[in-house]
């Protein structure tokens, strides 16, 4: 471990799901986070580095966790049969981009060769992800998530509690 750098054993549903929030909180809507919480999931798993998690959540509310998703469906949307495929140019979302694939429920393979990312969507075979039941998630990461999830948490008031957060004014349990 390098010094000052510390991590942490997380289950892969945890990080998917904060992920997602801190998607939320930066201001994403929701079906991009929880596709953001996913590809997170798989760029964690490849020991891919932490900090473009981090610029994409930086870039919010634009950015990679918006524009990422409608590349996967512009492809989709052009595919002939089973299979849809297409050759992008290499952008700093490239290694975030292998991500996003690799978290599509069918099989997608993306390949940077040069100055272009080949992108090969089976639509009609089952993405075949290895299980994982804990995945290392860096400190700074971590805080960095939970500060963004935060944000979309209502505080805490009786005006809150009225209009239906948390247990409302009587608690029963």
């Known amino acids: ?6 991590s942490m054993m997380v289950s892969a549903n945890e990080i998917t799901t904060l992920a997602a929030k801190a998607a939320r909180g930066g201001g994403a809507p929701p079906a991009q986070a929880a596709d953001f919480g996913r590809a997170a999931l798989c ?5 891919r580095g932490p900090a473009a998690l981090s610029d994409a ?3 919010l509310p634009g950015g990679p966790i918006l524009s990422l998703p409608l590349v996967f469906a512009q492809v989709i949307e052009k595919a002939e049969g089973e299979v849809a495929s297409a050759h992008l140019p290499v952008t700093a979302d490239a290694v975030l981009m292998l991500s996003y694939a690799e978290s599509q ?3 997608a ?3 940077k060769e040069g100055d272009k ?3 090969s969507l089976t639509l009609t075979t089952p993405n075949k992800m290895r299980p994982v039941a804990r995945v290392t998630l860096p400190d700074d990461l971590f805080q960095h ?3 963004l999830a935060a944000q979309i948490l209502v505080p805490e008031s009786d005006a809150s509690r009225l209009s ?3 247990a409302g004014l009587t608690d029963n349990d």
């Open 57 to 59: 959540l930086n870039a």
């Open 164 to 166: 239906g957060a948390g």
């Open 43 to 47: 760029h964690l798993i490849n020991h």
């Open 145 to 147: 998530m939970q500060t």
């Open 105 to 107: 429920p069918f099989e």
């Open 109 to 111: 393979v993306a390949r």
């Open 117 to 119: 990312l080949n992108l």
């Open 1 to 6: 471990m390098v010094a000052g750098f510390r």
